[in-house]
């Protein structure tokens, strides 16, 4: 019995430091309240304009702040505190709910000034993702980062499996998307308040001078090692070419038939998936062939992206987001292992923000390269191109980077690239 408790608690290990968990309930709210949102605007302007193209300007508003300004965020989260930016940016997504809010009680019509608060997230997640993927090597120990990774992707997806079908019920109970921001503003009340509680272990950080060489580090860094360029562009290009979540307003309501109750969990679907598998890989964490099973992984996210786009039944379209999202979270934590672990602190933002410059990339970007392609070639063929986009991107990256197809244990390929540092 006593045996069984042990290896229970190994499993949940990281949450027996109390700052872990206070970061992850400030990550729990803010990521509910920005997928509520998604839903809430999604519909929005979909319900004004009625094309797909609009829905793409929506990532792309998110997207060209991190562009625009990783360099400026990476230098920030290696010279300032980490937790308090991090305060300040779910403070900013709070005030962009806000500026939602107050647009839709107005009675506004513009899809512009939609996308002028969406500029406004798309700043603040670029200082964020800096500053939040490298503060968590300093709330545990390196010994159980990789259960503090698999725990994190936990909470985000759980809190993306409860944030969208929220938004859409509350978007549906009170017929508009007013409620759902006013929940955004609420959520983001509390997720500062447990920021303010959290006490980081002190790193040393050399205060470099800014200049080109410090802030152009860290794509430096990952250009040097091959096996950590390899596995966040093949994540930026499969998940940049399979963005079928960026269409799923277009889905539910021409194609599927629903209503934004409907749209919330379509867009929940793959973050159960997701969740499965994070708890599976915290409690049975990736021994070996690390590399093949990434690749296999992402060419299933590729499969079931190309199933979903041809599926005209919620339930196969839900089963098939579920794998989908369950194939996605093996490169997840994988990438996240690896770009963590094998980084100098002083280093972690830089490289934590040319790994969310990819991430946005994928995402937000991606979104708007789903509905470019989708009024260009219509809904159904810009998602099942896309997936086979992504099964051509597999087998190129097998072929371009031998590093990723041969890894085996992922402790061993983070201590390996840990050796190459100079």
């Not at 923000?353 to 991430?359: D, E, P, R, W």
Request: net charge positive; glycine share 10%.
């Amino acid at each position: 019995m006593a045996d069984s408790q042990s290896l229970q608690r190994q499993g949940r290990v990281a949450f027996t430091y109390p700052d872990f968990g206070l970061y992850q309930l400030a990550r729990l709210f803010t990521v509910m309240a920005t997928e509520m949102q998604s839903v809430a605007v999604g519909w929005q302007v979909y319900e004004i304009t009625k094309r797909p193209m609009d829905l793409g300007y929506v990532g792309l508003a998110q997207f060209l702040p991190t562009i625009l300004l990783f360099l400026v965020a990476g230098h920030a989260a290696d010279r300032f505190n980490r937790r308090n930016i991090v305060a300040l940016c779910y403070a900013g997504l709070g005030l962009s709910s806000a500026i939602l809010l107050l647009l839709t009680l107005n009675g506004s019509r513009s899809v512009h000034a939609i996308y002028a608060a969406l500029v406004l997230v798309g700043i603040v997640r670029s200082f964020n993702g800096a500053a939040g993927q490298a503060m968590v090597p300093q709330l545990v120990p390196e010994e159980h980062f990789p259960n503090a990774v698999a725990w994190a992707q936990t909470v985000f997806q759980a809190a993306v499996i409860i944030g969208p079908a929220l938004g859409g019920l509350i978007y549906a109970i009170f017929r508009g998307p007013a409620a759902v921001y006013a929940m955004s503003v609420l959520a983001a009340i509390v997720s500062v308040s447990a920021m303010s509680r959290i006490q980081l272990k002190a790193a040393r950080h050399t205060r470099e001078p800014v200049s080109l060489s410090t802030l152009f580090a860290g794509l430096r860094f990952i250009w040097q090692k091959k096996l950590i360029l390899g596995t966040i562009s093949l994540d930026l290009f499969a998940v940049l070419l399979g963005g079928a979540v960026a269409l799923l307003p277009v889905y539910a309501r021409e194609i599927l038939h629903t209503g934004p109750w409907g749209l919330g969990i379509l867009r929940s679907a793959p973050a159960v998936g997701a969740t499965a598998t994070a708890v599976l890989l915290a409690h049975r964490p990736l021994r070996r062939h690390a590399g093949v099973t990434m690749l296999w992984c992402v060419a299933g996210f590729g499969v079931f992206t190309i199933v979903f786009g041809l599926s005209r039944n919620l339930l196969v379209s839900l089963i098939a987001l579920l794998l989908l999202g369950a194939s996605d979270m093996v490169s997840v934590i994988i990438r996240g292992t690896l770009v963590q672990l094998s980084t100098p602190d002083n280093m972690r933002g830089r490289v934590s923000a040319v790994n969310s410059l990819f991430i946005g990339t994928s995402n937000e970007f991606g979104q708007f390269e789903s509905g470019l392609t989708a009024q260009w070639f219509g809904v159904v063929p810009a998602v099942v191109l896309g997936g086979v986009g992504t099964l051509v991107v597999i087998a190129l990256w097998a072929w371009l980077f031998p590093e990723l197809r041969n890894a085996d244990r992922l402790n061993n390929q983070v201590s390996a690239v840990a050796q190459e540092l100079p």
